[in-house]
Structure formats: C-alpha cells, structure tokens
C-alpha cells in the first residue's frame, strides 16, 4: 500500500472519532481540530516533498507511483474527506448550539446585532487591518503559511478590475468576537471582515468576496543540510538552524482552502500568483481554520458530561515513594506506562541523582522536551552540582527546532556538555545513562524509552520507560553515548539494538528465527505494536514470514504499507489500529513462544527514516513480570472493540466486532485499581503536585466492571505512604539562567 495513501486513511480514522457519538460532543470537538492540523502538516511536509520530487522520476518502492501520480491520488482522496469533514462539522456545530454556545453568521443576524457589529468593527477592527489592492505599483503579497485573508473582487469606476486583500489577524486580533444579548454567541473575525469589505474599499464595488488559508511547504531538507554544518561551532549550528527555519515560511504554497464564491477570474488570479495548480484548491463551508473550537470547549467546562471523564496519571504500585530510585532499581526492572502511571518516578531519578555524590556522569538524549521542561531543570541542578552532564540535543526535530535551539543554550550556560545529531542522521533515541561509582565499583542506571522526554506529552500519549540496572545493558548504553560524542554510529552492540547499523539486522535475524521455527512444524508468533510501517525490506520479510506459517500480529497506528489478509501472501499476517482517547505511541515487539519469547520496547517504527536515518534503540524486557504485563496490554489492544479496527484483504479498515472492549480505559482502570490498592489514589495535577478527585469506586467495583481481559490481582491493602511532590522554583529556568528575575 501506498505511504501517503495509509497515512490518509489514518486520519480518516481520526475524522471518525469526531463523528463517532459514543465519544462526548466536546471530545469530538477536538478530534476535527486534530484532523485538521495533522492534514496541514502532511501537506507541508509529505506533498510538499512530492511537489519538489516530480521532476526528479522518483518512484514508490512498494507501489511503483511515481511523485506525479501519488499526488493526484492524494489531492482526489483530500477533496473526498474534506466533504466529510465539512458534513461532520456542521452537525457539531449544531450540537453545540444545543449547548448554549453558538457560532453565527453576519447575514442571519438581526439589524440591531449587525449594527453593533459595524460600530464594532469601525473602532476595534478596522484601525488594524492592512488592506491592499493588487495592481502595477503594488504586486501581489506574502500570504503567510497557515493564515486567512479575506479577498475581494473589485469593480473600479471606470468599469476595471482589481483584486483587493485583507489580513484576518495573524495573531493580532481576537477570533471570536461575542454578540450582545443572551446565552453566549459568536462570530469569526474573518467573517466580520469579509462583511464590511464594502467599507474597507470604500471607493470600489465589492463584487464578490472570499475567505483563503494557505497552507506552504515545510521540507527544508534539514536532515541532508546537517551534514554542510559538520565543521560549525555551535553557535554558528544553532544560528544556521534558525536560518533555516525561517526559510521555511516562505516555502512554496501546496494547497489553497477557500469559504465563499470563488469567480473564476479571482481563481485564476490567486494560482498564477501563487504558481499553484487548480487540482490544489479545495472549497470548504465550514470556518476554515479549527483551532477556535478548542476555546469553545474551554467555554463549557462545567458540563462535564460533554468530556471524557477526567483521569490523570496514577503512582505506579511498583515504585516506593519512601525509597531512592537508585535502590529501587538494584533489586528490579521498573517500567512505566504513560499516562496511565505518573512520570515522578523518573524525574525523581534525576533529581536524586544530581545530588548523589557517587553518580559521576549523566547522559541523556533529548529529541523533543516541554516548553517548561523539569528534564532540562533536573539537568541544569545536576550541572551546578559538579556532576559531568552530557545532552544531546536534535535540533533537527521537526517544527520543535526553535524550543530546542533555545534549551541547547540553557543547557550550555549552565555547564552541561551539549552535542548535536550526527551528519545526516536525527538522534531520535530516547535513552538515559547515569554512571556512578558504587564500593570502588562502576555502576550504570539506564532508562530507555519509547517516548520523548517531555512532560507534557506523556499526560497524552501512550508509551513505555524502562529503568535498569543491569550492567550489560549499560554498557551498551556507554557505547552509544560514546559514538555519538565522537559521530561516529554503533557498529555492533550485545544487548541493544541501535539504528542505523544494528537494528534492522537484528529484527531481521529474530523474523528468520521463527520463519525457521515454522517451517520445522513448531509453533511460530510475532507481535508489533508500530506507529508505522514502511520499510519495504521488512515488509517483504514479514511476508516471507507469512507464507510459511508464523502468525503475525500487527497494531499499527498509522501508516501501514502491509495489507494483510491475502491469501497465499498475508494470509497470517492481522493488522489492527488503534485512534482512542490517547495518541498511541509506543513501540513493542515480540518475537517467538513460550521459553524463546522475547520482548522489546523502542523508539524506532519499521519505517526506512527510522531503521536507516535515525540513531534508534530498542531495549530487551528481560524482568518475566514486566515481559508479562507488556504482553497482556499487547493481547488487551487486540480485543479492543471500542476504538480498534480491523484491516480489511482491500486495505479498508472495519471497526472491530464483539463484546465491547476499549483497551485505553481498561489499562486507566487497572492503574486506579492498583494506586487505591496500594495507598489510596494518588493523583497527579498538571503541575506535578497530588490533588483531590471526586469518590471513585473501589477497586473491587473496577475489576468487576473491566470487559476483556481476567480482571487484575488485587494485592493486599498497605499503609498508606506520603506523596512525593516534584521541587518547583518561582522563577522561571530560563530566567534564573539569563540572570533576570
């Protein structure tokens, strides 16, 4: 299957949630803005990539379309979900007008609003617009990425034509502009704009009026620029990175949205001067930017009802808060499960180890960290307190460039070691060492993960952190760390696998194994959870692997270059797909049964950026119990009813049939079950600190109502321990740094 055509129906699968209405009206809401965004940013960067490679004769690997051709198909199969989008939205807006808040337009509102509105927009609106009428002396503008304009055709006195062009705001004026009267009602400030054009170009005949988005290119190429940079100092990196990206906003446009009658002489106008082809025009009736939806939401917090009910991330039951990670880690493996467990456990890591006299080093892998990073605080603490931190920072992480460039500064002036990707290839691991030296013995903490280090993200998406101490395992740590510190990549490692020499490799080895088991008569098994699937040489791998018997389980979120189900080819081979609640991100294999079972968790998808232009690891669950628990949240999300759907041999996707399951509220239910088993429920607020919720059941009551999977142990009441509360500041990081208060 087609890459840009899989990730399609990914978001289509996306664009379900919002019309699904087993999901609240404001939780649907958001997943019209999310389908929204994440198509603006597959433009920019996916159609973007094949505008610039039509020239160039580039094929598919697995489809054999050319650039050209995988563009039109693209462009045909937008128009279609944009159709949907738009029927969808409109019923959502009507919803929400049952609601009390509604979104109206200027021409059915009532003499005495629209006046209003004029006083309004002739005072508030109108000192701060920039009108322009395009002609000889004044060429066409900028139309700046992802912003609206509202157009006008006009008729000069002499019987001419001109075309007229007015900023909607780009950040300066307020997008909702509440009507007088009762109950709370609004209008978009585009639409009021559009209104009063008459007004704006007074001395003209407003013929025609139109709302445009434009939405440009972001491929810039950043991964092959790197390696220009090799010989820079660092400054001089981080200053060409911001070059850079400053280039992207005035990269080609890739597709056009308007809201309004086009006439076909402002349509042609608009893609002569913007060079871009009719097929890349799409016509919306809705608001053409989704982004004041999450606004409204905000407007009906007090209906609960209208949200999914409110959880956040439990204490996990095998992390004592009364005891330092560091010997927690000794006796066992821990792991993670975000968000459905708090990510304290690891932030206490780090801090404690900043203040360990015996931790020597810690290094660590930041690919992309919050805007109000405590990783990056813990670091600068440990900095400050003598210890030898080293942080490689990616400043290639796509439209995170700038967050980066900023932190890589933090870090430096707080004496951290900061080093970058390596030449052509993102670090995009998400690994941890702390070295210690422990009874005159060296000593390694390792943390890796499948996720980044970012404390905003792992309240949303699904991922995995494991901690041991294994010394094996840290060794291989040591030498990524090493490599990565001279530029160099891992050639060989013992216990890890470490993109790009020695990972697709070692998978391929382990799906040789089982190929080998099924072929001898033996049962063979291979489980994936993916956020996708596109490496063409594992792909044929996996079909191998299908064709001699290993039954092969794939739960892949996104974009997935396999289609199961075909006889004599996949026919072993089941693809399922998970969009719910929480943005599934974690990445397992499993390979083999009973005693040969082995299980990873990785940063890396099967796909070709991942396997051979990223540094990736994947790490071995070696501890039984933890292997267990990963294997049954696996299995969970293959019985997932509610949220799962099924591929289909035509590479349609069919929700799952049977009793309903949903795997993302089962697992919130056994973390909840488990704190209230342990202490009592240990909640974690936005900031960190423990807060009070409303009663919940007992967890009794919890396993009695889990669908799916046995209900969980109930282990045995304990005393209730204290909360640990992360250490905040009142200044901010940055500041504290710059030496402002």
């Known amino acids: 299957m087609n890459r840009e055509l899989s990730w399609l129906q990914f978001n289509r699968r996306v664009l379900e949630e919002a019309e699904d209405p087993a999901n609240p009206l404001c939780e649907r809401l958001n997943f019209a803005a999310i389908f929204q965004s994440n198509l603006d940013e597959f433009y920019m960067v996916r159609v973007g990539m094949l505008m610039d490679t039509t020239h160039l004769g580039v094929t598919d690997d697995k489809t054999g379309m050319t650039s050209e051709q995988q563009t039109a198909a693209v462009l045909d199969r937008t128009r279609a979900y944009l159709a949907d989008r738009d029927r969808i939205c409109k019923g959502l807006m009507q919803e929400l007008a049952g609601q009390g808040v509604e979104l109206c337009r200027f021409g059915g509102l009532q003499d005495k609003t629209q006046s209003f509105l004029e006083k309004y927009f002739t005072s508030n609106i109108l000192p701060l617009l920039s009108p322009q009428i395009i002609g000889r002396k004044q060429p066409f503008p900028f139309l700046r990425n992802k912003q609206i304009y509202a157009v006008a055709m006009l008729k000069t006195k002499n019987g001419g034509e001109r075309m007229g062009i007015v900023p909607c705001g780009d950040g300066v004026l307020r997008r909702l502009v509440p009507l007088p009267g009762e109950g709370q009602r609004f209008i978009l400030v585009e639409e009021l704009i559009a209104s009063f054009l008459p007004k704006i170009f007074a001395h003209y005949k407003v013929e025609g009026t139109v709302l445009v988005r434009l939405v440009r290119s972001a491929d810039i190429h950043m991964d092959n620029a790197s390696s220009e940079m090799s010989d820079m100092l660092a400054e001089e990196y981080r200053k060409s990175m911001e070059k850079m990206i400053r280039q992207r906003k005035r990269l080609r446009p890739v597709k056009l949205e308007y809201k309004g009658k086009l006439t076909d002489s402002v349509r042609d106008s608009l893609c002569r001067c913007l060079d871009l082809s009719k097929k890349h025009l799409f016509a919306s009736d809705i608001p053409l930017d989704l982004s004041f939806m999450g606004t409204l939401r905000d407007m009906l917090r007090d209906k609960a009802e209208l949200f999914y009910p409110r959880r956040v991330p439990q204490n996990s039951p095998n992390v004592d808060p009364l005891v330092p990670m560091t010997e927690q880690i000794r006796q066992r493996d821990l792991m993670l499960s975000y968000p459905y467990e708090s990510v304290r456990p690891l932030l206490r890591l780090l801090q404690e180890a900043g203040q360990d006299p015996e931790v020597v080093s810690i290094k660590m892998t930041l690919y ?91 309240r949303l998406y699904t991922d995995y952190a494991l901690m041991t101490a294994s010394r094996e395992i840290g060794a291989d740590a040591a030498q990524v760390f090493n490599c990565l510190s001279m530029g160099e990549v891992v050639e060989d490692s013992r216990h890890l696998m470490v993109a790009p020499a020695c990972l697709r ?62 006889p004599g080819l996949t026919e072993h081979i089941h693809v399922s797909s998970i969009v719910g609640r929480y943005l599934e991100h974690a990445r397992i294999y499993i390979f083999g049964v009973g005693d040969r079972r082995r299980v990873y968790i990785s940063s890396a998808d099967f796909m070709t950026r991942n396997t051979t232009r990223r540094v990736e690891v994947a790490v071995p669950v070696q501890d039984s119990d933890l292997r267990s628990h990963l294997e049954q949240m696996f299995q969970s999300q293959l019985r997932d009813t509610a949220k799962g759907r099924v591929q289909q041999p035509d590479g349609q996707y069919l929700r799952r049939e049977g009793e309903p399951f949903n795997s993302q509220e089962y697992f919130l239910d056994q973390a909840y079950c488990s704190a209230w088993a342990l202490s009592g429920p240990q909640n974690e607020s936005a900031s960190g600190a423990a807060e009070a919720e409303p009663p919940r059941p007992s967890p009794q009551e919890y396993a009695a109502k889990a669908p799916g999977p046995a209900a969980p142990q109930q282990p045995s009441p304990a005393k209730k321990l204290p909360t640990i509360k992360v250490r905040t500041r009142r200044s901010s990081l940055l500041g504290r740094l710059l030496g402002q208060d």
């Open 368 to 458: 992309r960290v919050a805007h109000n990073s405590k990783i990056v605080e813990a670091l600068v603490d440990a900095a400050e307190n003598g210890k030898e931190v080293v942080a490689l920072v990616e400043l290639r992480a796509r439209f995170d460039e700038e967050n980066n460039i900023g932190w890589s500064r933090v870090l430096e002036r707080a004496g951290c070691r900061v080093i970058y990707g390596l030449d052509g290839l993102k670090v995009h691991s998400k690994l941890l060492l702390i070295t210690r030296m422990h009874n005159g013995q060296v000593e390694y903490t390792t943390q890796v993960g499948t996720g980044n280090y970012n404390e905003d993200t792992v």
């Open 505 to 566: 490799g070692k998978v391929i080895a382990l799906i040789d194994e089982e190929i080998e088991q099924a072929k001898a008569g033996s049962p063979a098994y291979m489980g994936f959870k993916l956020n996708g699937l596109t490496d063409k040489l594992l792909i044929d791998k996996l079909i191998e692997a299908s064709q001699a018997g290993v039954s092969i389980d794939l739960v892949v979120r996104g974009i997935c270059c396999v289609t199961g189900g075909v």
